[in-house]
């Protein structure tokens, strides 16, 4: 049954839409995209994927992963269930290479430059994801060599509640509350979930809870918003032994004030100020060598930034970004890092020349960290409007990631030497916007030097690698015929570890996620199948590299409307109980059922 379902989702994706005949009508594509600042998606230069609240809606995902996962160029691999650490690449780049907002805030933890937990954010709380594959150093700075991630969480007026529960002790909650009064508004968001999986001390609990308020005008707005949430879960393995006691905690919160104020008709002035504090417990009585271990990170950063159109083809962007970064860190008990800090400055203009057909666009970073020299990240592009339905883009770049505070500044392993990592890429590509159909291809080669890895010689961190990664991403989204949708992402990589002389690690060749929506009066069902190839992975058994299998799997969702403002909806993750592991060593999870309730009222 798989591999019949297989076959016609691998299919499908091979039909070609040109004979999906189309009207001359040029599409509804007129939203402009934030993370770049307010681009048109028909007119922007770079790689951009949107999922909006519609699409979050009828998918219903499992997590921020899933919805990256059903991008272009993205994968995420999870070391066991979903609470686990994530691994995310953006067209191979490594976990620490890509840059995560929420509402154009940066979510960063300066303390780490390993894996990132996908767990603790909702999808109950997203309105949209933007996604930008490639690098974009010049707009916002370190970490940002792979791509960024815009979350935007929800924003609407009205009513949603959400109840569900289903398989392995799994219960989830969500509630959205928003009102505007004249010129005030509030958003309120929370989310519960929890669940226990088949194996031993494999729980998992978040709460969450996002609030925006504020004043607008015409001409001004003041927002506050905050965003935190509480995660608890269980670690069932180790060096592929069960570990009964072993378990995380990770509490994140975000604070921030943004500011606009359109002077004239030509100008505009955007402030954002931000705290963001993370701090993760772990903690494992039966581990002799690391029974406990203690991470609070502190960041606090100022955003200005100022748009002006000088003339009705220029339009012009200069910014200014001051942070400060604060660490503590206590192993076994004992302070290992107390107080370590840093501080960046940076500065950026981006100018874009709009000759109707073709827009011309260049822009220029410039970082300085404290103890570290500037860094220039530039990029320059162009994309090219043949007529209202075919779009033509290239684009040069370079990028860099900052060493992270422990890796220069631990007192045992920390190196203040460490140089920056950098990257430079080219990437062209093809757009089609038609009615029922988008799609698009690119292709993408990148080349990083200086990467940052622990040197068994000196037992410390160094500078000890260099990387190339080329490939192609392909995607389509097409309206076969009303009430049906396709889409379709692949990504083909051919990565080279230069230091060891083989792909890099966990970066298979090929990646596939095919979904297909059916809409119907009484319902709408919706069916995704993810598949991944074989990739090498480290064996932290054998302390040796090793090949990891190739795996696909499929998800279900119903959505059945039981009146006007209530809806029935059904999610099957891993629907044929397939057995596999994203990263080598820690099982998936197998067949989870969720079934709930949707209420919904909208102003």
């Known amino acids: 049954m798989r591999s019949i379902l297989l076959s016609v989702f691998l299919a499908c994706s091979l039909v070609s839409p040109i004979f999906c005949k189309e009207k001359e009508e040029k599409p509804d594509i007129e939203e402009k995209i934030e993370v770049i600042g307010k681009v048109p998606l028909y007119r922007a230069l770079q790689s951009v994927s949107v999922l909006d609240e519609k699409h979050i809606r009828e998918f219903c995902p499992e997590g921020l992963k899933g919805l990256l996962n059903q991008s272009p160029g993205m994968l995420v691999l999870n070391a066991g269930n979903p609470s686990q650490f994530s691994y995310s690449f953006a067209r191979g780049a490594s976990v620490n290479q890509m840059l995560y907002l929420v509402d154009g805030i940066k979510l960063h933890d300066p303390s780490s430059s390993l894996a990132g937990n996908f767990s603790f954010f909702s999808p109950q709380l997203i309105e949209k994801v933007e996604i930008v594959r490639g690098p974009l150093s010049n707009l916002y700075g370190s970490s940002a060599m792979g791509g960024v991630v815009n979350i935007i969480t929800r924003k609407k007026e009205g009513l949603l ?265 080219i990437e062209a590509g093809a757009d089609l916007f038609f009615k029922s159909l988008l799609c698009g291809i690119t292709f993408f080669d990148s080349h990083y030097t200086n990467l940052i890895g622990f040197s068994p010689l000196t037992s410390r961190f160094a500078n000890i690698n260099n990387a190339e990664i080329s490939g192609a991403e392909v995607n389509f989204d097409w309206i076969i015929i009303k009430g049906l949708d396709w889409r379709m992402a692949y990504t083909y990589l051919h990565t080279q570890d230069i230091q060891y002389e083989r792909a890099l690690l966990r970066r298979p060749q090929h990646a596939l996620t095919a979904s297909f929506l059916y809409r119907k009066a009484k319902f709408t069902l919706a069916a995704e199948m993810t598949f991944v190839g074989k990739r090498l992975d480290y064996d932290e058994l054998l302390w040796s590299v090793s090949e990891n299998s190739a795996f696909s799997h499929y998800d279900f969702t119903l959505n059945v409307p039981l009146k006007k403002n209530i809806t029935m909806f059904c999610r099957m993750n891993n629907a044929f109980n397939s057995r596999f592991e994203e990263v080598l060593g820690y099982p998936a999870p197998l067949r989870r059922v969720l079934l709930g309730l949707r209420y919904r009222v909208a102003n």
Do not use: C
């Open 161 to 425: 509640l959400s109840l569900a529960a289903g398989s392995h002790g799994t219960m989830e909650s969500s509630v959205h509350v928003g009102k505007q009064l004249d010129n005030f508004f509030i958003f309120l968001n929370g989310d519960f979930l929890n669940y226990d999986d088949t194996q031993a001390n494999d729980h998992f609990e978040r709460r969450g809870v996002a609030v925006h308020g504020g004043y607008e005008q015409d001409d001004f707005s003041l927002g506050l918003s905050f965003f935190g949430t509480l995660v608890d879960a269980g670690i069932p393995w180790n060096l592929g032994k069960a570990t009964p006691h072993r378990s995380y905690e990770q509490n994140n919160f975000l604070v921030s004030m943004p500011v606009v104020w359109r002077i004239g008709s030509k100008s505009q002035l955007d402030i954002k100020g931000s705290l963001h504090w993370n701090r993760y417990d772990f903690f494992d009585p039966d581990d002799v060598w690391n029974f406990s271990f203690a991470n609070d990170s502190f960041m606090s950063e100022l955003q200005a930034k100022i748009s002006t159109r000088p003339s009705a083809m220029l339009s012009l962007v200069s910014g200014f970004d001051f942070s400060a970064q604060r660490i503590d860190n206590m192993n076994n008990g004992e302070d290992q890092i107390a107080g370590l800090k840093t501080e960046v400055a940076s500065f950026y203009t981006d100018l874009q020349a709009d000759l109707e057909k073709v827009l011309l666009a260049g822009s220029l970073r410039f970082d300085k960290y404290a103890g570290l020299s500037g860094v220039f990240s530039p990029q320059v592009g162009f994309s090219f409007n043949l007529n209202s339905h075919i779009k033509f883009r290239a684009s040069f770049s370079r990028s860099f990631r900052a060493p992270t505070l422990p890796e220069t500044l631990n007192p045992y392993w920390g190196n203040p030497g460490l140089l920056p990592e950098t990257g430079r890429s």
